[in-house]
Every structure is written in C-alpha cells, then in structure tokens.
C-alpha cells in the first residue's frame, strides 16, 4: 500500500464530500449473519468534527472528475482543483478496516459523474456488493444514486444498500436551472419515484417470504442547499413536505450553503453560512414530522420565513394565543406536545406521571419542561399561574430578555471587534 | 434517623430493604461500609447479607413491578454512583407501597431520579459504543482501554458481540480494573495484574503493521472532513467532552 498516495487521495475525496450533510447511520435493520462483520440497526455517532456535526460514516467520493459544471459545487468541471480517484478496492479497504477499529459505522459513497450517469452508478453498486458479498459485511452503506442512472443499477445498489439518496441540489426547479444548468429535476425525481414504488413492492414481498432480500431498509432521502438561491422558508419546506408526503421520503437535509466559489449567481464569498436559519429549518422539519404540525401551520403566505430570533413552535404559540393556556393536567398529548418548551420525552412523561396524580410547577421543572418558555402557556396543580392577559409580542419579549440565545451571544461577539 | 451500612453488593441492599421492614423503620440513612458518617447521635445497624432474604425481597418486586422495572433498580445499582442507595430504596419503598405499578410514577422524586439514572447509564453505555477505539495486536486481538463515569462495561457485551463477530476483542476499563475479552466463541470478564496491565508503549509495541497506517489514515480523514468556516467548539465539546479525548485516536 502506498500510504502516501491513498492519504492524499483521502484527504482530497473526503473534502470534496464533506458538503453532503447526511450522517445518519440509522434506521436500517441489517443484523449480523453468518458470524460476519458488523450490523447495522444502532445509528452511532463514533466523533464530532471542530464544527459540531457527527462523524458516522466514512464519507467519500469515489472520484471528484466530474463532466458537469454545478456553479455551487467545489468537484465542478471548471473549477482549477486536484483532482483523483479511488479503486473499488481501495474504498473496500478503507471501509473494513476503519470499521473494525470501531471508527466508523458504515460507508457513505457518492461520486463525481465520470463519462455518464449509469457508469459512475455502476462503479459504486460494485463497491457496496464486493463489500456485502465477499466481505461479509453487515455495516451500514449508504449510496448515492446517481441522477439519470438506469432502473437496472437502481435496483441493484437498493440489494447491497441500507439507504439511497437522490439530492435535489435546489429546492425549485428554477434554481436549479439557474445554478446548474446542465441537471434536469426530472432527472432526480424519476429515480425516487422508482425507489419508492421498488421499496414498498419489496416491503410488502417481505412480508410474505421471510427470507426475501431486503431492499434499502433504511429507505431514501435527499438534500436541498440553503441559502444559494432565493427560495424563502415558506417554499423550502413546502417542497420538504411534498417529498415527505408524495415520496414516502425518510429525511429531507437542509445544507446551509458555504461559499466556496466565486460566481456571480452565488452569494460573495465572504458571506456567512446561514447556520441559524438550516437550524430554524431543521426545527420547523421535526415539528412536521414528530410534533404533528401541518406545515401552513409553520410557514404560509403572511408568514414566509421562520422567525430567527425564536424556535418556530414558540413562534406558532404566540401567532395562537386563543388556544392557550392549556391545563397540563386534562389537555391530550396533541395539544401539549404544541407548548412551547415541552418536548416528546416530556409529553409522554407527563401523560403518564399525570394518572398517579396532578402535577404542579415543581414536578414539571423536575420532569424536564422548560418553564421559562411553558409557564407562560399552561396551568396546573398550583394557584400561581400567568395571570396576565399577555400579547404574543410582549411574550416573545419577555422570554428573549431573560434567555442568552446561543446566536445572539455569537452576533455581540462578532460587533465588539468593531 | 437509623443508618444502615452494608458491603456494597444488590444482594446487600435488598437485605437492607428486608431489615427496613423487618424493623419497620422509617427515617434511614443507608451506606455503603467504609463511609464516612457526620452524625453523632444515631443508631447503626450493620446489615449482614443474607440470600434467601434479598430473594424474597426480589421476588415481592417483581411481583409489583415489570421486568423492565426489576432491571432498573439492578442497573441504577450497578452504576455505582455514591450515595444513591436511598434513592434505589425510596423506589423500592414506593413500589411495595404502592397498589399499583409506579413505574411511571414521575410525579415521585424516587421514580424520577431512578430514570435519570438510566438516561446516565444509557448515554455513557452509548458513548462507550462509539468513542471505543480498537487498536489492532499482533496476535489479532483489537484492543481498547476505556474510562466511563460509570461502570457500564456489563452492558456493553451485547453490542460489541454481535458487531465483531469475527475478530478477537478487548475491552478494558483502568478505572475499575477490569475487561471484556472476546475469543469468537465467548465473552468472559477477565483482569489483569497492574504489572501486566499494558501500558500506552507496551501497546504500541505490539501493533500489527498496518495499524499506525490506518490510524493516521483516520487522523486525516478527521481533518479533512471539518468545514473550517463553521466551526463550533462550544457544539464540538459538548458532544465530545474532553475526558474522553485521551483514549480517541483521532483527538490524541
């Protein structure tokens, strides 16, 4: 092995993948077999880069040669970088012997398109089937299809694969267009229409013949950069929510765009990444898809963007005071799931505390809820209760003067030098 | 107040517990032996373990509670933290009070704190299943030293079992000196005298060829996958907090 080639084209691979935010690791059910390598059922985040996001999976590229020019892109045609390339059996390797270190929880393969779609789609199905069928490994391996790529090859990778993604890049069409002219959103929506109807097919063929193969266990999900074109939140997680609905979409990414190159479509290079605004975003999904949220609820045409300041439940809430204050101790776990400061764990602790006997302010705080956002919001076991017939406004007020947001201590910080 | 002092084992709270009630006492104080005590004026009862009366105390448990809830009392005593026992007891207490299953109870401060100890016990388990890093011998054993808060070794068999099936491993905790040994048929504890406890040098001494190659190929790959401009240390040491840095090849 010539360890200072293959380090040098790690460092080159990794880099060019590190933009693709997906790390989960989660969500499939392969088991050990055959007293082979590894499973993949737990989702593990085995570091944490300097920039506080999970490190699970080894995520490469197979190579950054790539005959499309995506203006948003680092690995594009035209852009003057190094350039390299893994062999499938480098990238099996690397996988192995990381995993069994215990570094990593699987692979994260996607690629610069080499000559066209279905040969660089092939190359990456050989990695995950060399690593599947003469490994013996049961780790986790996430795919990225290749847009354009053949049914074929699609049903191929979904045999060897826990979880397959298509990225949108864009999330409209427009953008898309704008940006990376050479990429056609049929392209990417074909192959999650194709995945969609393979999963439930097979899903269902699962059920029936226990030993049928499992196909993408850990399903599909795509990836959408925030902050390079105009989009505003509403239309952002409109487009989110229609995939969660219309493509039975395991998670939706939001990648807040960091500017790596000078164009002038793109936002300058010194502008920051919008990192609050992915994190409102990353809210707002998790109200839709764990919290029970419609997402008109969220964002519709009076109010486009989320709000920066504050978290998009608490912004519902205030938008809604006629629906509060709830009494924690009647109200269904629908409705106390919506009160600011009150997460899932809590709900379900309070819905079973609350049988052994009424809760009151002590209990909630020792439970976990949050009271400095809830108490404005709930009534309990006490006769100390927000009296105040308050204003949503005067609310949002009183909880950003007494809370040190987290982003507004970085934005002083940043003046003072000044 | 009575303080009750004990040798630390289950077996020996659930003796505890039978003395409780035995005595119907109701203001305790239980301790493991050798603790200090501040009070002057109290009664003390140095608790004998005896067996068959921690089985009939475990057997009235399970009658009150799930397995699930058995197992959270033998875990939370596990977990060795100091001067938990009363609250084990107060759980204890309350379920065989109660006329109901409490497990769920979180209203009640014994019941709450019994579960966060699980989520304690829970997420340095958790840690352990990701910051383990195993370091490969000649011999073909990957070996790892860790030192979690608490003593969650037990629980971590399941896991690194099923994952690595197919290579030797070692687990070993310095803190409380002891270890998992895996030989690809079975899991056995095991401990070694400090003298043949491996010693960082020792350790690198006997690496396999290859491992220094894929260590720095993961340093590397730790540094190349950082986005420089978002950079976050108060996020990066939260998830990460420093004290487990000295055992994680990529942070060394």
């Not at chain 1, 080639?5 to 080159?12: D, P």
Request: some cysteine.
């Amino acid at each position: 092995m010539n360890v200072d080639r293959i380090t040098e084209k790690l460092n080159i691979l990794a880099d060019a993948a590190k933009y693709d935010v997906s790390c989960a690791s989660s969500g499939s059910k392969r088991k050990n077999e055959n007293k082979g390598l590894g499973n993949a059922s737990n989702g593990i985040c085995h570091s944490y880069t300097e920039d506080g996001r999970c490190v699970s999976l080894l995520k490469i590229l197979l190579t950054n040669h790539c005959i499309f020019d995506c203006a948003y892109c680092v690995s594009r045609k035209s852009n003057d970088i190094k350039r390299a390339a893994f062999t499938v059996q480098e990238v099996v390797d690397l996988t192995i012997n990381f995993y069994r270190r215990n570094y990593i929880e699987g692979l994260f393969l996607s690629s610069g398109i080499f000559k066209d779609a279905d040969y660089t789609m092939e190359r990456l199905v050989q990695v995950a089937k060399k690593l599947r069928t003469e490994n013996n490994f049961n780790g986790y391996i996430h795919l990225k299809t290749i847009p354009g790529a053949s049914d074929e090859l699609m049903r191929e990778a979904g045999l060897y694969a826990d979880r397959l993604s298509v990225n949108l890049e864009m999330p409209t069409e427009a953008g898309l267009k704008l940006l990376a002219p050479d990429k056609n959103r049929q392209d990417m929506i074909d192959p999650m229409a194709f995945l969609k109807k393979e999963i439930i097919q097979r899903t269902e063929e699962k059920k029936l013949f226990k030993k049928a193969p499992m196909f993408a266990p850990a399903g599909q999900s795509t990836q959408v950069i925030i902050g390079a074109t105009p989009e505003n939140d509403s239309e952002i997680l409109q487009t989110a929510n229609h995939f969660y609905k219309n493509f039975n979409l395991k998670r939706v990414y939001y990648s807040g765009y960091v500017p790596v190159l000078a164009d002038k479509r793109l936002p300058g290079l010194n502008t920051a990444v919008p990192m609050v605004r992915e994190n409102r975003l990353y809210q707002a999904d998790w109200l839709m898809r764990f919290y029970g949220f419609k997402v008109s609820e969220i964002v519709n045409t009076q109010q486009p963007l989320l709000d920066l300041d504050i978290d998009p439940k608490l912004g519902w809430a205030i938008r809604n005071m006629h629906a509060f204050p709830i009494d924690i101790n009647i109200a269904d776990i629908q409705m106390i799931l919506r009160v600011p400061g009150i997460g899932l764990l809590s709900a379900k602790k309070i819905i079973s505390a609350r049988k052994f006997g009424r809760l009151n302010w002590e209990q909630l705080k020792a439970i976990g809820v949050a009271l400095n956002r809830a108490k404005y919001f709930i009534t309990c076991k006490s006769n100390s209760f927000e009296k105040r017939d308050l204003t949503g406004t005067k609310i949002k007020q009183f909880i950003l003067a007494e809370s040190q947001s987290k982003y507004l201590k970085n934005q002083q910080t940043q003046l003072s030098i000044f | 107040m009575t303080r009750l002092i004990y040798d630390g084992t289950f077996e020996g709270l659930l003796t505890a517990v039978f003395e409780i009630y035995e005595r119907k006492l109701n203001y305790i104080n239980l301790q493991k032996i050798g603790v200090a005590s501040t009070a002057m004026f109290e009664d003390v009862i140095n608790v004998i373990t005896d067996n068959s009366r921690a089985s009939r105390v475990l057997n009235g448990l399970k009658k009150k509670l799930s397995a699930n809830g058995v197992q959270r009392v033998y875990i939370a005593h596990m977990s060795e933290i100091e001067n938990e026992e009363n609250n084990i007891v107060g759980f204890i207490r309350h379920a065989f009070d109660a006329d109901r299953n409490i497990e769920e109870d979180y209203g009640n401060r014994f019941v709450l704190r019994i579960s966060e100890i699980m989520v304690m016990m829970r997420r340095e388990k958790h840690r352990m299943e990701a910051f383990i890093r195993f370091q490969k011998l000649k011999d073909e054993t990957y070996y790892a030293v860790i030192e979690p808060d608490f003593n969650v070794l037990p629980l971590l068999i399941r896991h690194f079992r099923s994952r690595y099936a197919d290579q030797k491993w070692m687990i070993y905790d310095i803190k409380r000196n002891y270890g998992l040994y895996y030989d690809l048929h079975d899991t056995e504890f095991i401990s070694m005298e400090f003298s043949e406890a491996k010693s960082a040098t020792d350790v690198e001494a006997s690496y396999t060829e290859d491992e220094e190659v894929y260590q720095h190929l993961w340093k590397n790959y730790f540094k190349s996958v950082n986005i420089a401009s978002r950079k976050n240390t108060k996020l990066h040491v939260r998830h990460i907090p420093k004290r487990y840095w000295k055992h994680l090849t990529e942070k060394i």
